[in-house]
């Protein structure tokens, strides 16, 4: 074999050798691109990186990411892609700022939170420690501007890349008058402009600082009891939109609409409950179904109207609706207000799902289940946000506008980049003549009870109280779901206190305190909080 | 050989060579303009500053353009402006990574000098003779007795390495890089000489053919004495070279079986001195760490030397380099971010050891690969000439395929560190990265390569 055979020999290995090399960047760039991203702003793909590249220690996705868990490289790639990027203003519906980016004395940038009542809507972010709920989230790429692609061609020639503005439809007034309403007590209120769906205030308690939420001392402050108590209440949880509460009396206001627009009864149908029981509470009614008893201790009347029903909160009355009406419309009447197995609302942020029953087909097997479902208790679980939407179908002749928070999206030269979005969620849920009963009924309602008469002057207001029975020994939830309307708007109020007590001494007060705000002080100016003085990390 | 003086055109190095000056020139503008934009000041001034090292590496590849055309070389003509784009390519990004001194010093202690000793070597390319025939035993123990002082009195570096050796005023001169020129000369001249008595006196074994041991002996001696010089200096890289050359100039210089007995030989005995040292003597940390970074780069384990842990984890020490390459590529992508706009110096040694993580992320896959495929290319073209070459030419053979070994171990092992194929081993990539002596062995190895050229007729039209 000659010298000539043997270089060719080497020359074989050398190709294979550039094809290896070769092959390896190949496999570098196509097959674990997507897992080693040097660049991460999603914070949920964040973390499954680092567990992708088997990252051990445990990161707790909720409430919040930390990204310095994750390799070096890649933090220094995500600093120098977000020093060149100012996130965006997240301002109210009167340009009023509720978060932006501050200097701090040291050069750096953090990002201060002027509502912290809003820290379950807004959520809260600060370089490369960031929350995965809110709309700092959901409007992530758009607030960092990176979706643009002006902003695309300035990140490539290395300018600074501006964010998106964001306005949102909360009011800074009534999101305050609603945090104050509730005070500490657990639970949570929305406020939506009845006719457009537009969210004007969203309170949620136990809640949090969002300006302090990234000290980690902080946070474990806030779950310091938990380890003892049984009833830990988790602050990061938004009880507005994901609570999953018994709506107890409230929910009579779905088995009225059901019951008048199908024809199974009208407004002044009379029902004769029966001869009354007595025990040591008192005198009170049953209505008995499947072998077993709805008992109603409600109100002293045997003999009653449809209407008159709804005001004492009739559980004999709507208990027997329930039993008496066919499964199939039950259930279809609260998939149309918006109570459909699983579904989620159509909010900018994440939201819960309500559920009628554990085992839904049990809603047609069980006729006792129905009947007391249909008064509001059994194995149902609603958010506030869903009880409010029942109350806006209703005020809309059987139409739920679409419930949102973004009011616009703006480029920061002021140009409209996203309006604020319209239309209805559901349509003709009811017939309008259902619908302008029902109204008439919930104004009754208010009118009977006397509650607002010396506080809210010259106002229409119509509702409907709650208190649902939970759990043996504890007290029920305190509910009230109603609207109230002048020449302006019309707003709708829901209200739910977690073991508050009746619904018209607790939850009532609170509707009252915050109608006042958003029918007589809207879009007035707030005392402004500002960042305080000392520099934060 | 009679000389001809007649004065011949190069068209296709002229072409090439005015696309590789222009490439220079375009690189130096857009690295000075992105940095210029980054700190928002007006890129014109910075411009013809910036020229002036394109300038200076336009004129040397011109100089040596002219030289061989007024020599009457015409064949072999890509050569020549491959190195020319490598060398574009590696000044381009030593000037995106380093301050400016860099370039220069790149340019007065490798370049400069490594052209000048080209250009003699094309004038004169009978001194590839008077190697063969009278220096090569100076140049062969030169080239040992310089690594073996700098074993022992060499520079100590920052990091703690012994590599370099100052005599008296003269610069540090790092004599890990000379030996393995003077191993591939000694080598080259080593194998001619005993060839013909090994092969001619081994015996038959069945499959086997035994060559006489004495035959053996000074060369093993030689390469023996230089590995042992290099592993006291902790320089693997250098002992992976040469016993790469070893092994390649072996397998090229002799007939296949006696290669193969040898290297059975050679390798039973390299395991049982492995063996015996893996137990009586602690394998260097430098290795061990190496070889946890290269096995997984993201491993939080902590990283142990002799079963201790050292106090980091294997991400946070010898891997955190591998890491920062890797996301360097994939920051890249297929067409790179762009000259100046991308984070390479987050990479450590970005301008030496993984210079080519750093054109990876700024240039892209696509400039990344065809620069594998420009030294293959390299290669080939340096082994097409020993191929060329009369069989009577054993040591100018057997030089050329030395010196293409040299530079293929160098990229295999550079590169494959780098993009995690092989275990990280510090070596330098040949014309790209920073590092003077090495570039100056490099071009001298081009220079052997372009004197020997001229010994190839011209193709007849």
């Known amino acids: 074999m000659s010298l000539t055979q043997r270089i060719w020999h080497i020359v074989h290995v050398m190709l294979v050798v550039v094809a290896l090399l070769s092959g390896r960047i190949v496999y570098w760039q196509l097959v674990r691109d997507q897992e080693l991203q040097p660049v991460v702003l999603d914070p949920v793909a964040a973390a499954a990186q680092y567990r992708a590249l088997g990252g051990d220690e445990a990161i707790d996705l909720m409430p919040l990411v930390t990204l310095e868990a994750l390799p070096q490289p890649v933090i220094q790639r995500t600093r120098a892609r977000l020093a060149e990027v100012r996130r965006g203003v997240i301002y109210d519906r009167n340009g009023r700022r ?20 809003l820290a379950h809507v807004i959520g809260y972010v600060s370089g490369l420690r960031t929350g995965v709920v809110g709309i700092e989230h959901s409007f992530n790429e758009t607030l960092l501007g990176l979706n643009r692609f002006d902003a695309q061609l300035n990140q490539m020639v290395y300018q600074p890349v501006l964010g998106n503005d964001l306005y949102l439809t909360i009011d800074s007034r009534t999101q305050r008058a609603a945090a104050r309403a509730l005070g500490d007590r657990a639970g949570a209120v929305v406020v939506l402009d009845a006719r457009t769906g537009a969210v004007l205030a969203m309170a949620s308690q136990p809640a949090f600082d969002p300006n302090r939420v990234l000290d980690e001392s902080y946070t474990r402050s806030l779950f310091a009891n938990c380890d003892a108590a049984a009833d830990c209440l988790n602050p990061f949880f938004h009880r507005a939109v994901q609570g999953a509460y018994v709506p107890g009396s409230t929910w009579k206001t779905v088995t009225l609409i059901a019951a008048l627009d199908t024809g199974q009864a009208s407004p002044e149908t009379v029902f004769d409950v029966g001869p009354p029981l007595r025990d040591e509470q008192g005198s009170y009614y049953v209505y008995r179904i499947g072998g077993s008893e709805v008992v109603d201790r409600n109100h002293p009347d045997r003999v009653l109207d449809l209407t008159r029903a709804y005001l004492v909160s009739a559980n004999a009355v709507f208990g027997r609706l329930g039993g008496e009406m066919d499964p199939a419309v039950f259930v279809d009447y609260a998939a149309r207000l918006g109570f459909s197995r699983g579904e989620t609302l159509p909010l900018e942020i994440s939201t819960g799902a309500a559920q009628l029953a554990n085992d839904p087909q049990a809603i047609y097997e069980n006729d006792f289940l129905r009947a007391i479902t249909a008064i509001g208790q059994g194995e149902l679980l609603t958010s506030p946000l869903n009880m409010a939407l029942v109350v806006a179908a209703v005020l809309n002749e059987g139409d739920i506008p679409r419930p949102h928070l973004l009011q616009a999206v703006r480029h920061p030269s002021g140009d409209l980049l996203q309006a604020e979005p319209s239309g209805n969620w559901i349509s003709n849920t009811m017939r309008p003549e259902t619908a302008r009963q029902v109204r008439q009924i919930m104004i009754a309602m208010v009118r ?90 | 050989m009679p000389e001809r003086l007649r004065f011949v055109f190069r068209p296709l190095e002229t072409l090439l060579l005015v696309i590789v000056m222009l490439l220079g020139g375009l690189g130096f503008a857009l690295v000075t303009a992105a940095i210029q934009l980054r700190q928002e000041t007006n890129p014109i001034p910075a411009l013809s500053g910036a020229l002036l090292p394109p300038a200076v590496l336009a004129l040397a590849l011109l100089f ?92 100590v570096d920052e990091s703690g390495a012994r590599l370099a050796l100052k005599l008296g005023p003269l610069p540090a001169v790092q004599t890990s890089e000379l030996i393995k020129l003077a191993l ?165 040694l970005a301008h030496s050891d993984f210079i080519f993580a750093a054109i990876l992320e700024e240039l892209g896959a696509v400039v990344g690969l065809a620069l594998l495929a420009f030294y293959l290319i390299l290669l080939l073209r340096i082994l097409r000439v020993a191929v060329l070459l009369p069989p009577g030419q054993q040591f100018e053979r057997l030089l050329l395929v030395g010196i293409s070994i040299h530079f293929f171990i160098q990229v295999l092992v550079m590169v494959g560190g780098t993009i995690n194929l092989l275990p990280l081993t510090g070596v330098t990539l040949p014309f790209l990265s920073q590092g003077g002596m090495a570039l100056l062995v490099n071009l001298t190895e081009v220079g052997l390569v372009l004197a020997i050229v001229q010994r190839l007729e011209a193709p007849s039209p």
């Open chain 1, 98 to 117: 509720l978060a932006y980016d501050y200097e701090t004395e040291n050069g750096g940038r953090v990002r201060f939170y002027s509502e912290p009542s």
């Open chain 1, 448 to 537: 009977d009870s006397g509650m607002f008469s010396n506080m809210l002057p010259g106002l229409t207001i119509g509702g409907k109280t709650g208190t649902a029975e939970t759990v043996e020994g504890r007290p029920p939830h305190a509910w009230f779901i109603g609207f109230v309307e002048n020449e302006e708007r019309t707003v709708v109020i829901a209200v739910v206190v977690e073991h508050g007590g009746q619904g018209g001494i607790v939850a009532a007060p609170i509707f009252a305190e915050v109608a006042d705000a958003a029918m007589n002080h809207l879009g007035e100016p707030v005392q402004e909080i500002v960042p305080a003085p000392v520099a934060v990390e």
């Open chain 2, 64 to 155: 040596l353009h002219l030289l061989l055309q007024w020599r009457g070389v015409e064949v072999e003509q890509v050569i020549l402006p491959i190195v020319g784009l490598l060398l574009a390519v590696g000044l381009t990004m030593i000037w995106r990574l380093r301050p400016p001194e860099a370039v220069w010093q790149q340019l007065w202690r490798g370049f400069i000098p490594g052209v000048s000793l080209m250009a003699v070597l094309m004038i004169y390319p009978r001194l590839v003779e008077r190697i063969r025939r009278d220096w090569v035993i100076g140049i062969s123990l030169a080239g040992l007795g310089l690594l073996i002082a700098t074993a022992f009195f060499g520079v």
């Open chain 2, 184 to 348: 591939i000369i000694f080598l080259a001249w080593y194998i001619e000489k005993e060839g013909e008595a090994v092969e001619g006196r081994a015996r038959s074994l069945r499959w086997l053919r035994i060559p006489a041991v004495r035959y053996f002996i000074p060369g093993l001696l030689y390469v023996s004495l230089a590995t042992l010089a290099l592993v006291m200096m902790s320089d693997f890289g250098a002992v992976l070279i040469l016993g790469a050359l070893f092994v390649a100039m072996l397998y090229a210089g002799f007939e296949t079986r006696i290669f193969l007995t040898v290297a059975a030989v050679g390798l039973g005995l390299s395991l049982l001195v492995g063996l015996v040292l893996a137990f009586t003597w602690e394998i260097p940390a430098v290795i061990q760490q190496r070889l946890a970074a290269f096995i997984n780069p993201w491993s939080n384990a902590p990283l142990l030397i002799d079963g201790q842990p050292a106090g980091v984890t294997i991400a946070e020490g010898p891997g955190y380099q591998i890491q920062q390459a890797i996301y360097a590529l994939i920051a890249g992508g297929l067409t790179g971010t762009g000259l100046g706009f991308g984070l390479p110096n987050n990479i450590p």
